[in-house]
């Protein structure tokens, strides 16, 4: 079988001036502040999860919705989805394998990785770790 086609997007050629509606896919530690930083950059943003509304604090999401973020747990909606510039996804989502993306790939609707799109926003060094094991040592070692 095939591998399908994803649209997924490097930031170095993505302007981000004409997004304005952005998806996050994930609500974790990065995802929160990334719906930080798409807040104060004065973007639409809807965030989508797979969990439950009751495994996060109601305060986060209070705060947040009262700048406008929509949210939806539970799942991830292709209306949730469709109607996006640009779909941001969180770390842990595996692109081969996620509903997200299959929605956000069927609409034509690009996506790009959490990191790699706010990496655009800091003039920090960034060093990748990745694999199955040895990344907290070697993170460890690095610094």
Do not use: Q
């Not at 993505?14 to 896919?25: A, F, K, Q």
């Not at 996060?56 to 949730?80: N, P």
């Not at 609707?109 to 800091?122: A, D, H, L, Q």
């Amino acid at each position: 079988m095939a591998e399908p086609l994803y649209c997924f997007l490097p930031i170095v050629f993505m302007d981000i001036s004409g997004l304005n509606n952005i998806c996050i896919i994930g609500w974790g530690k990065s995802g929160i502040g990334l719906c930080k930083l798409l807040a104060k950059l004065k973007k639409k943003v809807r965030v989508s999860e797979s969990a439950e509304r009751k495994r996060f604090g109601t305060k986060l999401i209070d705060y947040f919705a009262g700048k406008g973020v929509k949210f939806e747990f539970g799942g991830h909606s292709r209306k949730y989805i469709k109607d996006s510039d640009l779909v941001v996804l969180s770390p842990g989502v595996d692109i081969r394998n996620s509903s997200a993306v299959k929605t956000a790939t069927e609409c034509g609707v690009p996506f790009t990785g959490e990191i790699e799109f706010s990496s655009r926003f800091t003039r920090a060094r960034i060093i990748g770790i990745t694999g199955t094991n040895g990344k907290t040592t070697t993170a460890y070692l690095t610094h």
